[in-house]
């Protein structure tokens, strides 16, 4: 059994680690933070819980994150855990930082599209925690930074691509929809229901800053200068994030070939599941899981490789990963306490 | 391990029974049967299901089921269940029939309301799912009744209080609200999107086949001959249901002493949450669980009691509670298999 | 042409004045007032309405307001119409108010649901704005309380069988589910799209201040002190209201008196329409118009009456009952600028 | 006042029609025909429509649209369309169709993608009813092959600029993004609501049979060889479509540059409305409207244009635009039926 504490555990990325969390077999759980909602019970702010998750959430104390913890889990807006986390690992903790404080190796780019950091002599120690990619380092990891949900959803399915070099660089496109709590649980008007009901729209485009993210994986997995077009949108509905990505072959390739090349990559990740040219991954197959969709085709008369990947943005592509990353930083197994059976509506 | 075998599998409530049954520790699924599906695999037809069930959909076969199979649950539209239940029995299986065909105790009652019944000599014995309320008879039975959604939601906030002599039994009105789930994975007109979207609608005003089976119910745990007005209703969302309860109390009644009957008479029951009148229950607290979530106040003015009651139609109102009956049946927990964590959003 | 006035035109309920407004062959809308969003135009607030609406919202001042309008609309939280109203009306200016602040007849009411009131002399000449039953009032008002959303619901079914003495008054039961417009544009964790949606829930149970506002008007029209059981339930889509109404009958009643009696009621009037037994309300049905569809049947064997409306919250729950009443005020057609045809889906 | 007939009524593009031709000033809605429904009421398949549309559906009969219209829309499945416009046309009558069979004006096209045609005289004749780039034409047509929902998102924003010869023609990518009513009326599985909710999916990927009828029209118009990768998707939502569309610049390009190009293409054209880089359409702002909202900005670190539009699908992407045509071919202002004031939520 090791000790987690949560962070943020009142916003949905928190909330949704406490789902997880609390039912691993290996994981008690010992602190929950939230500074809306210290002094109240957990199942008072979400009442599902009543009966299952008895916490109450504290106002946060790194003193009593570091008596009380093994891992601790940060869920807090981005420019925050820098602030906390040199002190946690000073003390020997683990940390999975939620936000984009550690997803950037360099301090340029992070300070480029966020803020100054802080924290700089951890960036290069910090794993990027895309589980799948970056396995070998995350056993060894002290700091995981993990992924954004967009990066997430992109990155599965390119990798294996580009580590092959079959695509063009400078030709990719990605072209994103997520559900609305990745918006978050603040109050805003975008989010307000009458306004994000019978809603489809683009936003950030092209400036979103999950861009330099994704950016700058691409670049370290196929060693070029890799930088792609992004677009965001959002989709009426909870939770789900859905990414077609366009990109120009650099030989001619077959279908067969992609999904070889996805195949092999992926061969053993309980988590990846490669879709194939006729089967179209779809959000609602993976709404609750820790799964990513990947489909792919070729569009013949434009040789154009198109991937599609399907994720739940508050699993896979927030806190379920952050669950399989530190399953993987304490050894166990990387689908422990993930592998729950899917909803069938 | 018993070997559990779902007879309609690929229905909504099928499904469901192999989600619960699929992550169920003391379960192991061995023949899933479809009509419609027979040949395929069970992740073809769902396929959220890829890489944790790898089943193949059966054409029904008694034969097989009572090789393969310890318990067999019936998912089959009323009327298919009867004709081969009394087989399974006397072959020595135990039965969940999730349909009406079981749920009354005299087959006027089910005849006025269906068709003629062609197992009467079965009617005395089967007991009726409703767990809270027949534990002690369950763990002996051969076979149950599982209850529809609309009587469960209905009946667990009711029984307590009629018990107890607390309502004037002409007085109840059971006013329910169902997510579009409940009319089933058959196409419709009625549960096609864009129909659905947007509408709230009741539908056969006092006339639904549910009202005997609540009256059964009840007149049964009064001692006296119960009947209640029902009304349901159809909300644009695809799991959950709410009833809202009226009902004029015999004698004065405080909300202290309904919180007091309905807290003793589920005192260590696991699924029943009693919310009081301050918190009161919503679909999104129970939505994929198998709880049922209560809450009481009295109408001062007027000397009415109400009561609300959430579940989800799928799980506490269907298939859920078949595990339930399934657990108590087998000497299980109630619980096991059944109290994964809820989610937040 | 008469000149319009829309107080709190950026809310939800003053957003919809300003469609029907802007479409309503004898109005020229001159003034819109927003205190959030004074300055900006009103297209900018809400897009749909570019190349449609170029008016620019204006911060709130009665001189303008006299100098530019005949009929002013104020769509604000109560407690606010009553500090303003007296001044335009003494500048003999119409005013339809969507407040509660007009609604009732005696201040004693009011102030026991709301807060003390500042303009009690108006409220005996203040007519209450339920367009079917006191339209020969409202012909000569000045000032019209415009009805609450649940109130226009419950009253409409109810109010001619009351006249007629077909009801038990103390037995009325009043079931109503709303949209989540209801709940206005102002943020609110309740409103939030993650938490509304999937979610279906009963709040302010019997404690809502639309009971007192429904009692009152059936005390009058009933010339018997009647008081009704009301609760109010929230349902995931946008805009809808669908009310459930249970009654014990005086005498035993027929279907075809019911049907009779409503369809007398209501002759001639365009935008109530009867459904009868066999058709029942829809939210869907009702979307974007200015309709009150009503539906009827017995419960036989309990003797009890259902009676069922369905409207949507914003139009005749809301601003085009309001645009009804100025319509009446001013001797236009009572469906001038809100007939236009429903939507099909 | 012109006499209108609708051929397939009462699927959802068809239901539509009957909207807008019924609130149209200047037409006669004399004959709607359904195959399903032929001697029913209208109002009973659309109970909103009553009180407001009091047909009676037909049979389809060629006799009687001919004797009682002068325009025919045939709103049915492509290929029976063509069995019966040639008659149409013939005896004078103005056609506009909602099938494809008239959009293209190679046979061979048309062939390849859907099946053979059997009236291939009329399709030099017949013009693409794509009312802002075809409106000369459309004044003198009598027979409009009304274009798809998916083409009419991608040409309008990229017709302009293919004009102006500003994009590598081989650079185009169409992501669209679809509500379900685009699906239609007819059960299926996809549009059944427990499956189409939560769920955001690709479908025929790179395959759709709009992908030939946009290239059409791009290569005419442009007068190069144009093809382009067109993938669908389908959005939890009943009305709305929005479209991404990238390109390469053939110069470096502003985006002064493409404001100027779409503004003055567009200029004094009502329905479509350009939003410039800061602000992005969304499918709320059109629903239910005859608008086409185009936004546009350029992801300048990859010098990539980003075009954006967004349609409600059955208006300007169906029965909107089918109206609009109408309006052209008789002579009226093209807007006339169609500038209902939007709904803000």
Chains 1, 2, 3, 4 share one sequence.
């Not at 008690?28 to 979400?46: H, K, N």
């Not at 106002?59 to 420019?79: G, M, N, Q, W, Y």
């Not at 995981?144 to 599965?156: D, E, I, M």
């Not at 739940?312 to 304490?330: C, E, H, P, R, T």
């Amino acid at each position: 059994m090791i000790r987690a504490g949560v962070v943020g555990a009142t916003g949905y990325a928190g909330a949704e680690l406490v789902r997880l969390l609390a039912g691993h077999p290996s994981v008690e759980l010992t602190v929950l933070t939230s500074r809306q909602f210290a002094g109240a019970r957990f199942d008072i702010v979400y009442p599902a819980m009543a009966g299952v998750v008895d916490s109450t959430c504290e106002p946060l104390s790194l003193e009593r994150l570091i008596d009380a913890c093994d891992v601790v889990f940060t869920a807090l807006p981005h420019k925050i855990p820098m602030t906390m986390v040199p002190d946690l690992i000073d003390n020997h903790k683990k940390v999975v930082d939620l936000s984009a404080d550690f997803r950037f190796q360099e301090a340029a780019l992070y300070e480029a599209a966020y803020q100054p950091h802080s924290a700089k002599n951890l960036l290069k120690e910090a794993v990027y925690g895309l589980c799948e990619v970056y396995f070998d380092e995350l056993r060894e990891a002290r700091l995981v930074g993990n992924p954004g949900c967009y990066p997430t959803s992109a990155l599965l399915p390119l990798v294996p691509l580009l580590k092959n070099d079959m695509l063009e660089i400078g030709s990719i496109i990605v072209d994103s929809k997520s559900g609305v709590s990745g918006a978050g649980r603040s109050l805003s008007i975008g989010s307000h229901f009458c306004e994000a009901n019978d809603s489809f729209k683009a936003y950030k485009v092209a400036v979103h800053r999950h861009n330099p993210e994704i950016d700058s994986i691409l670049t370290r997995e196929s060693g070029k200068e890799v930088s792609v077009t992004f677009v965001p949108h959002l989709v009426p509905m909870a939770r789900g994030m859905f990414t077609t990505i366009y990109a120009v072959p650099r030989d001619k390739l077959t279908v067969e070939a992609i999904g070889s090349c996805l195949g092999s990559y992926y061969a053993g990740r309980p988590f990846v599941r490669i879709k194939g040219p006729e089967m179209v991954p779809d959000t609602r197959h993976v709404r609750g899981t820790n799964f990513c969709d990947i489909g792919f085709t070729i569009d013949e008369p434009h040789q154009r490789v198109i991937l599609t990947a399907a994720i739940d943005n508050l699993v896979k592509g927030a806190s379920g990963q952050a669950v399989q990353n530190m399953n993987i930083m304490f050894g166990f197994d990387e689908g422990t306490g993930l592998l729950n059976v899917p909803f069938p509506v």
